[in-house]
């Protein structure tokens, strides 16, 4: 069976610090890869999105940039975090040609 | 305009009402059409999808209307435990653009 895990699951982080959020996938083989962020009280924003290695599509202009180094593995980074980048961010997966996202367990991130 | 539009709420029912939320999307092309269910300060997790012909699982139904572009989720018989918040997600082909809704937050109350 497919499984996604994200970590860690809360992070603490001053203004001005580097982030690394990893997201890696198992038993399944070049799925789609999404990162989501929810703001307190607010939807899904859709920040990246992933069809295979190397391949990352951004959907809003932000502090932040997604890379995807191997098949099953997605990570979100940023040099310096900004006050607002504070919110929830989730990780998921889909199988082409089938909509359906599964997410990860998701991290809470806060910067201070 | 939103892609995707819902009314936050939140809704409060006693157990055993019907509830109904609505969503609409703005993209005429979109493909696909699912209800999640998310649990507070937990991930989203699939519902039920959404076909044209309409679906039912258990007290759950979802609709579609392509023509108007809306989405409904009716719950029947509610049960204190179908307090959620509850996102109407669109998709294109092949799910490369997947946009969820705000969400409608439901409390279901004795």
């Known amino acids: 069976s497919q499984t996604i895990h994200q970590w860690p699951a809360t992070l603490v982080q001053p203004v001005g610090s580097p982030l690394s959020l990893e997201c890696t996938v198992e038993g399944t083989s070049n799925p789609n890869l999404y990162w989501y962020r929810q703001a307190a009280g607010r939807g899904l924003q859709l920040l990246f999105y992933?069809?295979?290695?190397?391949?990352i599509s951004s959907e809003v202009p932000q502090n932040l940039s997604a890379s995807r180094p191997q098949d099953r593995q997605f990570i979100l980074s940023s040099k310096k975090l900004l006050l607002s980048d504070s919110g929830f961010y989730l990780c998921?997966?889909?199988?082409?040609?089938?909509?359906?996202?599964?997410f990860g367990q998701g991290t809470r991130l806060t910067v201070v | 305009r939103k892609e995707v539009e819902q009314d936050p709420g939140p809704f409060n029912v006693p157990e055993g009402a019907t509830v109904a939320f609505n969503c609409t999307y703005s993209?005429?092309?979109?493909?696909?059409f699912f209800w999640y269910r998310q649990d507070c300060r937990k991930e989203p997790k699939l519902l039920m999808s959404v076909y044209s012909s309409g679906n039912e699982d258990g007290r759950f139904t979802a609709q579609l209307n392509r023509a108007s572009q809306y989405i409904s989720l009716l719950i029947r018989d509610s049960k204190l435990s179908d307090s959620a918040t509850y996102l109407c997600?669109?998709?294109?082909?092949?799910?490369?653009?997947?946009?969820f809704g705000a969400g409608t937050r439901l409390f279901v109350k004795a």
């Open positions: 992933s069809v295979g290695i190397g391949q």
């Open positions: 993209n005429s092309a979109s493909q696909s």
């Open positions: 998921a997966w889909s199988v082409l040609g089938n909509a359906e996202a599964f």
């Open positions: 997600v669109v998709s294109n082909t092949g799910g490369f653009k997947t946009i």
